[in-house]
């Protein structure tokens, strides 16, 4: 069974930074695609950024400039790193992982920014 298990959240001032990090295990094929998500309380889950396995990015533009994705597949883990946070970008990250024709996700991490 594919598990995505998220850690890195917590709480930061505004214009800090925080690394998440996200392992996906239990899967004999590659994983395409690996991402980020998130959600503010409220609102709908929101794309934040993709990466492919071979390298290629996508960030939303509400982060782009800010966010950092990347992966390590040999480890099948994939990171986001966050620096000048703003208080919108509170919300739950969601880890999520395609293979083949499947999307997996993690159970998510909370990540605050407030003074």
């Known amino acids: 069974q594919v598990q995505l298990v998220e850690s890195g959240g917590g709480l930061v001032q505004p214009g800090g930074s925080l690394r998440l990090s996200c392992a996906a295990s239990?899967?004999?094929?590659?994983?395409?695609?690996m991402g980020w998500y998130r959600q503010a309380p409220g609102k709908e889950r929101d794309f934040v950024a993709h990466?492919?396995?071979?390298?290629?990015?996508n960030y939303a533009d509400s982060v782009r400039g800010r966010f950092t994705i990347s992966r390590d597949n040999a480890k099948n883990t994939v990171y986001l790193q966050m620096n000048s946070l703003e208080p919108e970008d509170t919300a739950v990250y969601y880890c999520?992982?395609?293979?083949?024709?499947?999307?997996?996700w993690g159970r998510g991490t909370q990540v605050t920014v407030s003074s």
């Open positions: 239990g899967s004999d094929s590659s994983i395409s695609v």
């Open positions: 999520m992982g395609q293979i083949l024709f499947s999307t997996y």
């Open positions: 990466i492919s396995r071979f390298g290629g990015t």
